[in-house]
């Protein structure tokens, strides 16, 4: 009677091990995977009506923002980050950027992601924007500022 007994308890652990293995596989964190890009200033304007501004501002330095409507891929705006790398192309810094209006005349509809840094840094600094289950998938493309603006002359209004 008792290996009857043992058989009937090693199925049962058995059954309540392999259900908590499977809840555990399936509640556990997932690491999202994206496909990253860089876009030229041309495909941005084109393809995605993405463009980047930037003026004085202060003791600030230079703001530089970019405007786009959230529409096509962007219609899934997920974030945008601030990355800088050093002199040699390894990351430095990275910030979120929160959408705000850069000014009071800004239309409406359209999204502004902005930041603000010495001008001797610009060639370092891009944007990082980002759109989970957008009509592209789950992508990000940097926009690195030395490719938008003049360097020397970086105000565009």
Not at 38 to 53: D, F, N, S
Request: with cysteine; net charge positive.
């Amino acid at each position: 009677m008792l290996p009857a007994c043992y058989a009937r308890i090693h199925r049962w652990c058995s059954i309540v091990l392999m259900t908590l293995l499977c809840f555990a596989l399936i509640t556990s964190p997932v690491q999202a995977m994206i496909s990253i890009g860089i876009l030229t200033k041309e495909k941005a304007k084109q393809k995605y009506g993405i463009t980047m501004h930037a003026r004085k501002n202060g003791d600030a330095g230079i703001k530089v923002w970019l405007e786009f409507k959230e529409q096509g891929w962007l219609e899934k705006f997920t974030y945008a980050e601030l990355r800088i790398e050093d002199e040699k192309g390894k990351h430095q810094v990275s910030a979120m950027l929160r959408p705000n209006p850069v000014h009071h005349r800004q239309p409406e509809g359209i999204t502004t992601v902005a930041f603000s840094a010495d001008p001797a840094q610009l060639e370092r600094c891009s944007f990082l924007v980002v759109c989970y289950n957008s009509n592209e998938g789950d992508v990000g493309y940097y926009l690195k500022v030395k490719d938008f603006l003049d360097l020397k002359n970086p105000v565009t209004e």
